[in-house]
């Protein structure tokens, strides 16, 4: 999954978090890296994702569905994470929320 599919680009409110989505097939993941060794705060623009559900992938721990453009988290110093996008699908060249 992670070396196959798309790749884009998230805008992040801190420049030192990488942060970008890979989809393949019908999965949506939302890849996150911290390259500095101090914790950082940030605020992603995820409004083309709203109504999915992150769901960090190490422990499968569902978190808030994505209700506007900015969602803010905070990754550890030389942190990752790996969220799946629940009910993230695409249409028409965009993405939209599938309801459920």
């Known amino acids: ?11 992040s409110s801190n420049p030192k978090i990488l942060a970008y989505v890979r989809r393949w097939g019908e999965d949506t993941v939302l890849c996150l ?5 101090q914790m950082q705060p940030f ?3 995820l409004s083309a994702f709203e ?11 569902a978190f808030p569905r994505i209700a506007g453009a900015r969602y803010f988290l905070s990754l ?6 790996w969220f799946e996008l629940r009910g993230a699908r695409t249409v028409g060249g965009g993405i939209a ?3 459920r």
């Open 1 to 11: 999954m992670f070396g196959r599919g798309t790749l884009e680009f998230v805008s």
């Open 33 to 37: 890296a911290n390259v500095s060794r």
């Open 43 to 45: 605020e992603l623009d």
């Open 51 to 61: 109504g999915a559900t992150p769901v960090e992938m190490l422990g499968y721990t």
């Open 76 to 81: 550890a110093g030389y942190g990752f994470a």
């Open 97 to 99: 929320a599938q309801a």
